[in-house]
């Protein structure tokens, strides 16, 4: 893939420490990342087959851990006319960091419903996001 | 409890913003808290009957979420000698903020094991932590 943006995309493992009684499983430290302040977390569900695309931030970081079932995400670069694929589930431990200006979208792969844990450096805004049909990009999900 | 430094653990529900395909649960804006800094965030997972007790931060704010299974928090006024307990499960869409210098603990509730999500404002270290023994402080777990 060479110099293309997707490959921006971050797949992270998580650190575990391992406990008798259960384990600490670290996700992200701040200095983890360079220029990137908290600023919001949240969950994100997706349902068995459903698929939540496309979205484009212009200036937020996501870090993403799927806490439940197992979730398809698809990165696309539209200069290259490219995907990238990556699917992660609960027991993966591992963290994607996607950075902003890029076309994502996602798709519950799990009967029971799945959940997304992000980590963001932007609050949430309509005005940071930019937003296109599931059609208007080709994708065979 | 009146003035119990057990009522400076608060119990938030998290807001759900709902759709078809799966819901958005906000976990934290940073906003929410008053001189928080996100240092770090990590999971903690504690099998079914399982303890972890007795800790102490001297300078940690924690903020919990159980992602998984079903969790009872024990937190303890030494000056009081008082107990509160508080159980969470998944469904619960709850954060716990709990601010320094309070004794806790917490037991797994649900037969697989459970997860407790942890946003803090220190990286984990030692040097802030106190422990004592489970059975230093009476507690009918």
């Not at 406990?19 to 600023?39: A, E, H, T």
């Not at 851990?65 to 696309?76: A, D, M, N, R, S």
């Not at 963290?95 to 890029?102: K, N, T």
Request: charged share 30%; net charge positive; glycine share 4%.
């Amino acid at each position: 893939m060479g110099k293309s943006i997707l490959n921006k995309v971050k797949i992270n493992s998580l650190k575990i420490i391992r406990s008798p009684n259960g384990n600490v499983i670290r996700i992200l430290r701040k200095q983890d990342l360079k220029n990137w302040n908290f600023k919001e977390a949240y969950f994100s569900t997706i349902k068995f087959n459903k698929i939540k695309a496309w979205k484009f931030h212009l200036k937020m970081t996501l870090n993403l851990v799927v806490t439940k079932g197992k979730v398809k995400f698809v990165f696309y670069s539209k200069n290259e006319d490219r995907f990238r694929v990556i699917e992660i589930g609960e027991k993966k431990n591992i963290r994607l960091s996607v950075p902003p200006r890029i076309w994502f979208g996602f798709e519950g792969m799990s009967k029971k419903e799945s959940t997304i844990l992000n980590l963001t450096n932007f609050q949430h805004s309509s005005r940071e996001i930019l937003r296109c049909k599931k059609n208007n990009i080709k994708f065979n999900w």
